[in-house]
C-alpha cells in the first residue's frame, strides 16, 4: 500500500473510532466497579466481554460491589476509580465533602422498576406497619424503595419497617419465605419472582420521573489525572451500549455469564427492557440529580442550596455526541 493510503487509512480510523491500531501503545488497566448481577449493568459487561475496552486501548477487570454504599468507599479510595451505581449515594457522598461526580447515566428510566409484594397484600394500604426489603441502607434499592413508598402516600419511616436484606436473590427469597412483605425487583426479576406469586403494587416508569440508577461514576481528581483514560472509557462504553442494544443474542449471551442464570425467558426479558430504555448517548440525567436532591434535602437541608452542575460532568458524552461519533454507529 502505499504511504498516502496507509496515512489515509489510519487518520480515518481515528476520526471515526478513536483509536490508532494495536502495539501503539501498551494498554492501560483500569478497574471498574459494578454493583448488580441484574440486566441493568449489561452494556457494561458487554463492552468487557465483546471487547470494546480492549479496542479503545484498555485493560478493565470488573470489580463485583454488592451496593452503591460499599461503592462509594471504593471510588474515594481510588480501588475502583469508575463504577457504575446508582448515582444517589455519590450526591450524598459529594454533599458529605467528596468529589465524585457522574460521567453519564445508562438510562433515565429506574431498573429497579417494580415495588411487588406478596400476595397477602392486595392492596397498598395493606401495606402500612409490614416490613420491606432493601439491599443496604443508602443504596439504590433503599433510595428507590423510600420513593416509591412516598409516591403511594406511606411514611417510610413511619408506617413500615425497612429492612437490610441483601441484593435481588436474597431479597427475592425472602420474599417467598415472608421474611419481608414487599421490594423493589427489576422487570426480569419480577418476571421470575411471579412464578411463586406476586402482587405489583406500583410500576414506577409510570411515575414519568427520571432516577438515577445506572450510572457512571467517578472522581474530580482521579478525572483531572487520567482525562485520557476517561475519555477511552467513555468511548468504549458507548460502542459496549451500541452492541448490546443492536445485538441481541451476542448480548444475552453475555449476560447469561454474568447474571448466572440459563433461563431464556429472563434473559430475554431483561434483555427487552434494558434495549429499550438504553440511552444511545449517555448524558447523565440532570433531572434524576435533581429529583435526588430534593429527597435528600428531607434530612440535609444543604441539598436544597446546591448546584446541580456540582454533581456532573458531561464533556465526554457531549464530545462523542457532538462529533457524530455515536450517530456514526447507529448508521
Known amino acids: 500500500m502505499r504511504p498516502f493510503c496507509q496515512i489515509f487509512f489510519v487518520a480515518l480510523g481515528v476520526f471515526f473510532f478513536g483509536f490508532l491500531p494495536q502495539g501503539t501503545s501498551a494498554p492501560i488497566k483500569l478497574r471498574i466497579g459494578y454493583s448488580t448481577f441484574a440486566a441493568a449493568d449489561s452494556g457494561l459487561w458487554v463492552a468487557?466481554?465483546?471487547?470494546?475496552?480492549?479496542?479503545?486501548?484498555?485493560?478493565?477487570?470488573?470489580?463485583?460491589?454488592?451496593?452503591?454504599?460499599?461503592?462509594?468507599?471504593?471510588?474515594?479510595?481510588?480501588?475502583?476509580?469508575?463504577?457504575?451505581?446508582?448515582?444517589?449515594?455519590?450526591?450524598?457522598?459529594?454533599?458529605?465533602?467528596?468529589?465524585?461526580?457522574?460521567?453519564?447515566?445508562?438510562?433515565?428510566?429506574?431498573?429497579?422498576?417494580?415495588?411487588?409484594?406478596?400476595?397477602?397484600?392486595?392492596?397498598?394500604?395493606?401495606?402500612?406497619?409490614?416490613?420491606?426489603?432493601?439491599?443496604?441502607?443508602?443504596?439504590?434499592?433503599d433510595y428507590v424503595t423510600r420513593l416509591a413508598l412516598k409516591k403511594l402516600g406511606i411514611d417510610p419511616e413511619r408506617e413500615v419497617k425497612i429492612r437490610q436484606i441483601g441484593n435481588t436473590p436474597e431479597r427475592t427469597v425472602a420474599l417467598q419465605t415472608g421474611a419481608i412483605d414487599a421490594t423493589v425487583l427489576s422487570p426480569e426479576n419480577k418476571f421470575a419472582a411471579e412464578r411463586f406469586g406476586i402482587n405489583v403494587l406500583l410500576d414506577l416508569r409510570k411515575l414519568g420521573v427520571e432516577i438515577l440508577n445506572t450510572d457512571i461514576i467517578s472522581t474530580r481528581g482521579f478525572i483531572q489525572k487520567n482525562e485520557e483514560t476517561i475519555h477511552r472509557f467513555m468511548r468504549?462504553?458507548?460502542?459496549?451500549?451500541?452492541?448490546?442494544?443492536?445485538?441481541?443474542?451476542?448480548?444475552?449471551?453475555?449476560?447469561?455469564?454474568?447474571?448466572r442464570t440459563g433461563d431464556s425467558k429472563i434473559l430475554e426479558v431483561g434483555y427487552d427492557y434494558e434495549a429499550e430504555v438504553y440511552e444511545r448517548a449517555p448524558y447523565p440525567s440532570i433531572a434524576g440529580i435533581q429529583l435526588a436532591l430534593e429527597e435528600i434535602a428531607q434530612e440535609n437541608p444543604a441539598a436544597r442550596k446546591a448546584d446541580v452542575r456540582r454533581f456532573f460532568d458531561a464533556r465526554w458524552v457531549q464530545e462523542l455526541d457532538k462529533s457524530g461519533f455515536i450517530d456514526a454507529l447507529y448508521r
Not at 236 to 259: P, R
Open 48 to 141: 468487557k466481554d465483546l471487547g470494546t475496552f480492549e479496542k479503545n486501548g484498555l485493560d478493565v477487570e470488573l470489580i463485583f460491589i454488592r451496593s452503591s454504599s460499599i461503592g462509594v468507599p471504593a471510588l474515594v479510595s481510588g480501588s475502583t476509580p469508575i463504577t457504575i451505581m446508582g448515582g444517589t449515594a455519590a450526591i450524598r457522598s459529594n454533599l458529605a465533602g467528596s468529589d465524585l461526580v457522574l460521567l453519564g447515566s445508562f438510562k433515565k428510566l429506574p431498573s429497579l422498576a417494580f415495588l411487588v409484594a406478596n400476595k397477602k397484600i392486595a392492596r397498598i394500604e395493606d401495606l402500612k406497619g409490614k416490613t420491606v426489603g432493601v439491599g443496604r441502607f443508602g443504596g439504590a434499592t
Open 236 to 259: 468504549a462504553m458507548v460502542e459496549g451500549i451500541h452492541l448490546f442494544k443492536t445485538n441481541k443474542k451476542k448480548s444475552i449471551l453475555v449476560m447469561s455469564q454474568y447474571m
